[in-house]
Structures are given as C-alpha cells and as structure tokens.
C-alpha cells in the first residue's frame, strides 16, 4: 500500500478538474447525477465521464464517497490523510458535512485488524445527527 500520493491537483486532467471544482463549490455532498447536471454546460454528457473522474479523485484524496448518501465531497484536508482513517459528521437537517480524523479511534481500529490478522483498506465512519446550529436552533 502506498502512502505517498503521486500525483497533485496540478495534474489532474480536465473532467477531473471540472468535477473537483464542482465538490469544492458545493455546499454539501453531491451525486454523481447532480454532478453531471452542473457540468453540462462545460461540455459533459455521460455518466461514465463523471464516474471516471470521480474514481481518480477518490484513488487520489481530493475526494470522498460517502457510502450512506451515495454522494460525494470535496476534501476538506487533502495534504492529511497518512492516518488511513476518515470520519464525517453528518447533518440531516442542513446537510453539512464536517471531515475528520482521530487518532485514538484509528489505533483502536489498527489494534482490532492488528489482532485480527485483518488487512485493512479503507475505513470511513459516518456519524448522522444535526449539527451544533441546527441543534440548538430545534
Ligand atoms: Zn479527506
Ligand atoms: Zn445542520
């Protein structure tokens, strides 16, 4: 597994730059449908051409999926991801999302697959619930 990335945002093509540019704009997680729809007017038709973009932004770090939405973000530390872990706060009222990382639940789950013999890949924690203006204004 390789750590270093190897590539920059200097070298991202132009649908990769186009869809990024989309992410880092977007006020909260987009599909890949949304997306496209925003990006029609600079020349993109097909899905395909999205999801390829969109799998080189994710290989890469710029971006995250975000399984339980199925949408994705822009992302908010792309020079910090060596921990291997990342984290979203999820609010469902306003639909912000706040990327994190923690070090002591990342070397919990490191001691877990450690003592399991397990290798891991990826991990990402979603964690739903309202953020702390949508709380206090309930
Ligand atoms: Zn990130
Ligand atoms: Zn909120």
């Known amino acids: 597994m390789s750590s270093a990335r190897a590539t920059s945002a200097r070298d991202l093509t132009r649908n990769q730059h186009l869809v990024l540019g989309t992410l880092e704009k977007a006020e909260s997680p987009l599909s890949a449908y949304s997306i496209l729809d925003q990006l ?7 899905p395909l051409q999205v999801y390829r973009a969109l799998d080189k ?3 890469m770090g710029l971006a995250h999926r975000l399984e339980s939405l199925n949408a994705f973000v822009a992302c908010a530390h792309p020079h910090c991801h060596k921990s291997g872990l ?11 999302v706040s990327e994190f990382s923690d070090d002591v639940v990342r070397q919990r789950l490191d001691d877990w697959a450690a003592r399991e ?5 990826r991990t ?4 739903r619930g309202a953020c702390r203006a949508c709380a206090s204004a309930a």
């Open 124 to 127: 990402t924690m979603e964690i």
């Open 86 to 96: 990342i984290a979203f706060a999820i609010c469902e009222s306003c639909g912000q």
């Open 40 to 46: 029609r007017e600079e020349g993109l038709r097909a």
């Open 117 to 121: 013999g397990f290798v891991t890949k």
């Open 57 to 59: 932004l994710l290989e």
